[in-house]
């Protein structure tokens, strides 16, 4: 089943949370291709994925979201983009089996069109040698994530929906303006946002990161004006970061991500699942929110 069909179907689905700091807490260094361990580190890899399955998801991502050729080359790595991405999938769908969707990470490449620092055509194809290795992997769809640039988004989700047959989630990540509404941190805002990807071909569109479960419910309620009919997801951070003992931390607890559950899905959410600093137990407090608001329906 299509995940655009699960929801229209009357189901509000419970995603996942937090990789980056859970592969690290499981040895990835500071400076480490977090990437490569889809192929150097697999089990724990998996590990993570399962944990969420565990949790109460219906969802998992992948260990992909720095997998363009354009971050990889950082590592030295450009040239493995297909089969590093390729991997993640497939350990993610080892993780999901035939019950749970697999939702195939793409992040920004960190050029700037506008800039000149790379061609349409060349950020094409790197999002299209993603796409097509996480379809070859297993993913049922693709999330273009963290984008803050309509053009870069834009292009992935053509890329995918042109090389591919899986549907395309998108979201940006918005921050509150001194004058008390989110923009991302290339101007654009919910609306603008919501028209733009909506037009290439998204099937669903969301947020995530850089805000907390309460400011999250705020954006959805911006692109539920712009747009009143497709699904929504939100992939929230567990608050915002804060500083201690040198170390940024994450301070919002499962139970208080529980709490704001209700009022992001009469905001228009149809998937809540996290971002930074969410572990399996933030993911598990959302999963007994959506079945007691369920219930209550």
């Given at each position: 089943?299509?995940?655009?069909?699960a929801?229209?179907?009357?189901?509000?689905?419970?995603?996942?949370?937090?990789?980056?700091?859970?592969?690290?807490?499981?040895?990835?260094?500071?400076?480490?291709?977090?990437?490569?361990?889809?192929?150097?580190?697999?089990?724990?890899?998996?590990?993570?994925?399962?944990?969420?399955?565990?949790?109460?998801a219906?969802?998992?991502?992948?260990?992909?979201?720095?997998?363009?050729?354009?971050?990889?080359?950082?590592?030295?790595?450009?040239?493995?983009?297909?089969?590093?991405?390729?991997?993640?999938?497939?350990?993610?769908?080892?993780a999901?089996?035939?019950?749970?969707?697999?939702?195939?990470?793409?992040?920004?490449?960190?050029?700037?069109?506008?800039?000149?620092?790379?061609?349409?055509?060349?950020?094409?194809?790197?999002?299209?040698?993603?796409?097509?290795?996480?379809?070859?992997?297993?993913?049922?769809?693709?999330?273009?994530?963290?984008?803050?640039?309509?053009?870069?988004?834009?292009?992935?989700?053509?890329?995918?929906?042109?090389?591919?047959?899986?549907?395309?989630?998108?979201t940006?990540?918005f921050?509150?303006?001194?004058?008390?509404?989110?923009?991302?941190?290339?101007?654009?805002?919910?609306?603008?946002?919501?028209?733009?990807?909506?037009?290439?071909?998204?099937?669903?569109?969301?947020?995530?990161?850089?805000?907390?479960?309460?400011?999250?419910?705020?954006?959805?309620?911006?692109?539920?004006?712009?747009?009143?009919?497709?699904?929504?997801?939100?992939?929230?951070?567990?608050?915002?970061?804060?500083?201690?003992?040198?170390?940024?931390?994450?301070?919002?607890?499962?139970?208080?991500?529980?709490?704001?559950?209700?009022?992001?899905?009469?905001?228009?959410?149809?998937?809540?699942?996290?971002?930074?600093?969410?572990?399996?137990?933030?993911?598990?407090?959302?999963?007994?929110?959506?079945?007691?608001?369920?219930?209550?329906s």
């Amino acid at each position: 089943m299509k995940i655009r069909k699960a929801i229209e179907a009357g189901q509000v689905l419970v995603s996942d949370g937090a990789w980056g700091t859970f592969l690290h807490a499981k040895g990835l260094k500071p400076g480490e291709c977090p990437e490569l361990w889809n192929v150097t580190h697999p089990q724990e890899v998996l590990d993570i994925a399962k944990s969420y399955i565990e949790a109460g998801a219906n969802m998992i991502e992948t260990n992909s979201f720095g997998g363009s050729r354009f971050k990889l080359d950082h590592y030295g790595l450009g040239e493995r983009a297909f089969e590093l991405t390729e991997a993640a999938a497939a350990i993610s769908r080892q993780a999901a089996g035939d019950a749970h969707f697999v939702i195939g990470s793409i992040g920004p490449t960190g050029k700037i069109l506008m800039m000149g620092d790379v061609t349409e055509e060349e950020m094409v194809d790197a999002f299209k040698v993603q796409a097509t290795a996480l379809a070859q992997g297993g993913a049922d769809a693709i999330v273009v994530e963290t984008m803050s640039a309509i053009d870069e988004a834009v292009l992935a989700i053509k890329a995918t929906k042109e090389n591919t047959g899986l549907e395309v989630i998108c979201t940006f990540t918005f921050e509150k303006t001194i004058d008390g509404d989110y923009r991302t941190m290339m101007g654009v805002s919910p609306e603008q946002m919501a028209a733009a990807v909506i037009e290439a071909g998204a099937d669903i569109i969301g947020t995530n990161c850089g805000n907390g479960m309460k400011q999250m419910v705020e954006i959805i309620r911006a692109l539920r004006r712009a747009a009143p009919d497709i699904p929504m997801l939100v992939h929230a951070n567990a608050g915002a970061p804060v500083i201690r003992d040198g170390v940024t931390v994450f301070p919002e607890t499962p139970e208080e991500m529980f709490e704001v559950v209700p009022s992001l899905i009469s905001a228009g959410a149809s998937i809540v699942g996290g971002c930074c600093g969410t572990s399996p137990d933030h993911i598990s407090a959302i999963r007994r929110a959506v079945e007691m608001a369920d219930h209550e329906s």
